[in-house]
Protein backbone atom coordinates (compact mmCIF):
# COMPACT_ATOMS: atom_id res chain seq x y z
CA UNK A 1 0.00 0.00 0.00
CA UNK A 2 2.80 2.30 0.61
CA UNK A 3 5.91 2.51 -1.81
CA UNK A 4 9.05 3.70 -0.71
CA UNK A 5 12.80 5.02 -2.41
CA UNK A 6 15.72 6.07 -0.92
CA UNK A 7 18.28 8.66 -2.19
CA UNK A 8 21.06 11.14 -1.16
CA UNK A 9 23.58 8.36 0.37
CA UNK A 10 27.20 8.91 -0.86
CA UNK A 11 30.75 9.27 0.03
CA UNK A 12 31.25 11.44 3.01
CA UNK A 13 34.02 12.39 5.21
CA UNK A 14 34.34 11.63 9.40
CA UNK A 15 32.67 14.72 10.92
CA UNK A 16 30.97 15.32 8.02
CA UNK A 17 27.03 15.48 7.15
CA UNK A 18 24.66 14.22 4.96
CA UNK A 19 20.71 14.24 4.47
CA UNK A 20 18.97 11.24 3.09
CA UNK A 21 15.21 11.65 1.66
CA UNK A 22 12.65 8.69 1.26
CA UNK A 23 10.10 9.72 -1.39
CA UNK A 24 6.84 7.59 -0.12
CA UNK A 25 3.84 6.74 -2.65
CA UNK A 26 0.26 5.67 -1.45
CA UNK A 27 -2.37 7.24 0.40
CA UNK A 28 -2.13 6.00 3.88
CA UNK A 29 1.15 7.21 3.96
CA UNK A 30 -0.05 10.36 6.24
CA UNK A 31 -1.13 7.85 8.57
CA UNK A 32 1.87 5.81 8.54
CA UNK A 33 4.78 5.91 11.32
CA UNK A 34 7.81 5.76 9.58
CA UNK A 35 11.85 4.84 10.26
CA UNK A 36 15.05 4.73 9.00
CA UNK A 37 17.48 1.32 9.80
CA UNK A 38 20.69 0.50 8.66
CA UNK A 39 22.81 -2.52 7.97
CA UNK A 40 26.44 -3.02 7.77
CA UNK A 41 28.18 -5.81 5.74
CA UNK A 42 28.31 -9.04 8.23
CA UNK A 43 25.96 -7.26 11.15
CA UNK A 44 22.29 -7.02 11.88
CA UNK A 45 19.90 -4.50 10.76
CA UNK A 46 19.93 -1.97 13.18
CA UNK A 47 17.34 1.08 13.88
CA UNK A 48 18.53 4.21 13.44
CA UNK A 49 15.37 6.91 14.06
CA UNK A 50 11.81 7.00 14.09
CA UNK A 51 8.94 9.39 13.65
CA UNK A 52 5.37 8.97 14.80
CA UNK A 53 2.70 9.38 11.38
CA UNK A 54 2.13 12.91 12.58
CA UNK A 55 5.55 14.05 13.32
CA UNK A 56 5.05 14.93 16.80
CA UNK A 57 7.47 12.24 18.47
CA UNK A 58 11.02 11.06 17.38
CA UNK A 59 13.23 7.75 18.51
CA UNK A 60 16.99 7.67 18.38
CA UNK A 61 19.35 4.59 19.78
CA UNK A 62 22.37 6.19 21.82
CA UNK A 63 24.46 5.49 19.04
CA UNK A 64 23.41 7.70 16.75
CA UNK A 65 21.12 10.28 19.31
CA UNK A 66 22.35 14.04 18.93
CA UNK A 67 23.66 13.34 15.40
CA UNK A 68 20.83 12.12 13.62
CA UNK A 69 17.43 13.82 13.13
CA UNK A 70 14.35 12.30 11.16
CA UNK A 71 11.62 14.43 9.44
CA UNK A 72 8.50 14.16 7.49
CA UNK A 73 6.96 16.13 4.84
CA UNK A 74 3.23 14.43 4.79
CA UNK A 75 2.35 16.77 2.31
CA UNK A 76 5.28 16.28 0.04
CA UNK A 77 5.03 12.39 1.14
CA UNK A 78 8.62 12.42 2.22
CA UNK A 79 10.78 11.18 5.08
CA UNK A 80 14.22 12.44 5.76
CA UNK A 81 17.07 11.77 7.61
CA UNK A 82 19.60 14.70 8.69
CA UNK A 83 22.96 13.13 9.33
CA UNK A 84 25.87 15.08 10.93
CA UNK A 85 29.08 14.61 12.81
CA UNK A 86 29.23 11.44 11.02
CA UNK A 87 31.76 8.38 12.30
CA UNK A 88 32.87 6.01 10.17
CA UNK A 89 31.15 3.39 11.94
CA UNK A 90 28.13 4.97 10.52
CA UNK A 91 28.99 3.07 7.36
CA UNK A 92 25.94 1.28 6.45
CA UNK A 93 23.25 0.44 3.69
CA UNK A 94 20.37 3.10 4.92
CA UNK A 95 16.39 1.74 4.24
CA UNK A 96 13.36 3.59 4.92
CA UNK A 97 10.40 1.72 6.49
CA UNK A 98 7.12 2.37 7.21
CA UNK A 99 4.11 0.82 9.07
CA UNK A 100 0.97 0.94 11.06
CA UNK A 101 2.70 0.42 14.75
CA UNK A 102 3.07 0.96 18.55
CA UNK A 103 7.04 0.79 19.10
CA UNK A 104 9.14 2.80 17.73
CA UNK A 105 11.51 -0.08 16.37
CA UNK A 106 8.69 -1.82 14.39
CA UNK A 107 7.80 -4.60 13.07
CA UNK A 108 7.94 -2.35 9.75
CA UNK A 109 5.13 -3.20 6.54
CA UNK A 110 7.03 -1.57 3.95
CA UNK A 111 10.67 -0.85 2.86
CA UNK A 112 12.67 0.76 1.01
CA UNK A 113 15.85 -0.27 -1.80
CA UNK A 114 18.36 1.48 0.48
CA UNK A 115 20.86 3.56 -0.14
CA UNK A 116 24.48 3.27 0.44
CA UNK A 117 26.69 5.69 2.89
CA UNK A 118 30.05 5.31 2.99
CA UNK A 119 32.08 7.35 5.47
CA UNK A 120 35.47 7.44 5.07
CA UNK A 121 38.21 8.46 8.18
Known amino acids: QVQLVESGGGLVQAGGSLRLSCAASGRTFSSTSMAWFRQAPGKEREFVAGITWNGLNTYYPNSVKGRFTISRDNAKKMVYLQMNNLKPEDTAVYYC??????????????WGQGTQVTVSS
Open 97 to 110: AGGSISAPAGPYDY
